[in-house]
């Protein structure tokens, strides 16, 4: 077996790593459950290495999260459920589906149009699917009866608050502006507040999660994504952190040697240096 740019040798290797005799033992006891948390790490690995602008990590973590694509499509082929072409038709035909104003004959003159069209064809299909899972004897809805049942569980908490405060803002349920979301969260913080003073954990971390989701909200009528800009606060942190530890190693000393004074000094470094 020798490395290839054509997705057919990929798809040989991935069928090899399972085969039951022959295979990797790790690869053959894997299944969807199993194969998940790496799926959604990979896609994380993804959005480090465009953030880092490094074009040879992204590469390879595309190569990465390719795999993850080419193993699920693998296990359902091996399940007789479809196999990694009907994977790529699936998802050609509905980018053509969702471009009738590029692949068909409707127009859009601006990114909203092109947008409000994409949302209306996606319903359309929602529609479709949800009578084909009738015609199969199955439960129409994918993921519940709710109106916010469609939003999958296994998205990171901010981004999943993010997705719920969308959907009920399309029915109306939504702030008008920024502004008076403010005053929610100052009086989220209060509740907070009030919780510690009872010393009750499970209370406190109920209070805690009010106070981040409407930060959640907060950032969204500011045209900011949560998990994206707490991304970027990270990565702000462990450089700064990072200028501290050097800082400190040029001088000959350590982490644990230096005061909470000596090593905020070098932080705001860090920051007018930036």
């Given amino acids: 077996m020798v490395p290839s740019r054509d997705i057919s040798r990929l798809l040989e290797i991935m069928a090899a790593l399972r085969h039951p005799d022959t295979g990797c ?24 290495a465009v953030e880092r602008g490094d074009m040879d990590d992204l590469r390879d973590e595309l190569g990465d999260l390719l795999l993850q694509v080419v193993f699920h499509a693998r296990m359902a082929e091996e399940d007789g459920e ?44 929602k529609a479709e699917k949800r009578a084909a899972r009738l015609a199969r004897g199955l439960d129409p809805e994918d993921h519940g009866k709710g109106f ?32 008076p979301i403010l005053d929610k969260i100052e009086e989220e913080i209060g509740e907070l507040r009030e919780a510690m003073d009872g010393a009750d954990q499970e209370e406190i971390a109920g209070e805690f999660g009010d106070v981040l989701f409407a930060l959640v ?30 800082a400190l190693t040029a001088e000959g000393r350590t982490l644990e040697e230096a005061s909470l004074d000596e090593m905020e000094t070098k932080w705001q470094e860090a920051k007018k240096g930036e």
């Fill in 25 to 48: 033992p790790w690869d053959v006891e894997q299944d969807f459950s199993t194969i998940v948390p790496y799926t959604i790490e990979e896609a994380y690995e993804v959005a480090d």
């Fill in 82 to 125: 479809f196999a990694f072409p009907d994977v790529v038709e699936a998802i050609t035909k509905k980018m053509i589906r969702r471009h009738p104003h590029v692949f068909g004959d409707a127009a859009a003159r601006s990114a909203g149009m092109a947008k409000g069209m994409w949302e209306r064809i996606k319903a359309e299909e």
């Fill in 148 to 179: 916010l049942d469609g939003i999958p569980h296994v998205h990171p908490a901010l981004t999943r608050a993010l997705k719920l405060q969308q959907k009920a803002a399309r029915v109306g349920f939504d702030w008008k502006e920024a502004r």
């Fill in 217 to 246: 909200n907060f950032g969204r009528h500011l045209g900011i994504d949560a998990e994206d800009a707490l991304r970027r606060t990270n990565a702000k942190f462990a450089r700064r952190f990072h200028h501290v530890e050097t």
